[in-house]
């Protein structure tokens, strides 16, 4: 019986020294899937709760939790004035991000972000009773508004579906806790943004899709014969990985790197440049860090998108944001109210005139409903999706602003129609939009 007290006791200290070398080895050296966990959770409740205004407990139990990862149940967050910081279990692999005005939150992996902030304010809409887009007030169609009201159809976690029919908000219907006023995330739809800026300095002729050289770090090698074309069309032939469940490219990018643009510079070619689609948020980030270097100083570059497009499309609400070198995430960071992506979408419809004005090189949105080359139909050659259009019966130039766990943007020139669905639904439930879709189609029809 001694004997067993004393293999117990020894267990006992055992145990407690493996728990206490596990626990030192998470403080100290924090596996990267754990920091890219605690980086996620830090950035969704810092731009929710700064820039949406949300209860940051309510994000950080809802949507974060949205990819059903375990790792993301252990994890609590510390909001301060300007900052979120997260760690699993409230003591490990700690990982904050950081808000600036007008930039957004960035994440931080190092505890510093760029000393920067975007002080213009935005222009103000009219303050009278002006129709949307010019204004606020919309008068909505009531076989639309009967659509919308079918929870099928808009499917589950809609928190905003607006339709644009002849240049007004002809229906619209808001989830429970969002209203016209709430910024919501577009996740990938903020590529098709990203390409819009870079159309707008085509049109100035300070940038050409035809350019080669882009980055000092190609210069001298292959990389360097890849055209601002390719990369809009993800056909770089850049090595990347767009999984999202583990450590890899693009989750290394975005939760784990302050430059995101330098990493993404790295990546080697693995494919001749044009004969390749591979789908790349470090493209995207590319194409950002690219335009930026033509449109001026960083704090002209920084400025560039409100002066170019939000204001221009009283796009009030809209923050892109950027990392913590400064370079706008154009992959996956954009905020805006529904009736603001709305006013996106329909400045698309426009082909990129607003109010008279040209903003965008005439065919420049019609290149957003033209296949690819690799793709075989799935994706356009201006950061847009084209996959399901012809299965569900859509015209044939229509295109999808695509982002996320669920945000969707479906834009029919020939119709004169976009439909604008933004929500936290994974792809595990199962909601098709293209439903949605079609059936505001018939109705027009």
Partial sequence: ??????????????????????????????????????????????????????????????????PGHPLLRLMEVDGTERRVRALLLGLFAANEAVYRDGLGCAVAPEGEVSDLSLLNPAAALSDAPTPWPAGEQVELDPAIARLLSDSALTGPGMRAVVVVRNGKVA????????????????????????????????????????????????????????????????????????NYGAVTDVTRMLYLEP??????????LVAEPGTRFNYSSGSAVLISRIWMDRAGTPSVALAYPREALFDPLGMESAVMEADAAGTFVGSSYMYATARDWARFALFLLQ???????????????????????????????????LAGRDAAGLPGDTFFLQGHDGQTIAVMPSRNIAVVRLGLTPRRDGYDVLRLVREVVRLGE
Avoid: H
């Fill in 171 to 242: 229906g619209e219907v808001y989830g429970q806790g969002f209203s016209p006023e709430t910024p919501l995330l577009g996740w990938s739809m903020t590529k098709t943004v990203n390409a819009a800026i870079v159309g707008t300095l085509i049109w100035q002729g300070r940038l050409s899709l035809s350019d080669r050289a882009l980055l000092p770090q190609w210069r001298g090698d292959e990389r360097g014969e890849i055209t601002l074309a390719q990369l809009l069309a993800m056909e770089d032939g850049l090595a990347s990985n767009e």
């Fill in 1 to 66: 019986m001694r004997r067993l007290r004393q293999v117990g006791k020894i267990v006992g200290v055992l145990a407690v020294l493996v728990v206490a070398g596990v626990a030192l080895w998470l403080y100290l050296a924090p596996p990267a899937l754990l920091r890219v966990g605690a980086g996620y959770s830090a950035k969704i409740v810092c731009s929710n709760l700064f820039i949406a205004g949300r209860d940051a407990e309510d994000v950080l139990a809802v949507d974060v939790q949205a």
């Fill in 259 to 268: 430059d995101m643009a330098a990493f993404a510079a790295d990546a080697p």
């Fill in 351 to 385: 082909d990129g005139v607003w109010r008279g004005e040209r903003l965008l090189p005439e065919g420049f949105v019609e290149q957003m409903s033209v296949p690819n080359a690799t793709s075989e139909g799935r994706y356009s050659r201006m950061q847009t999706w």
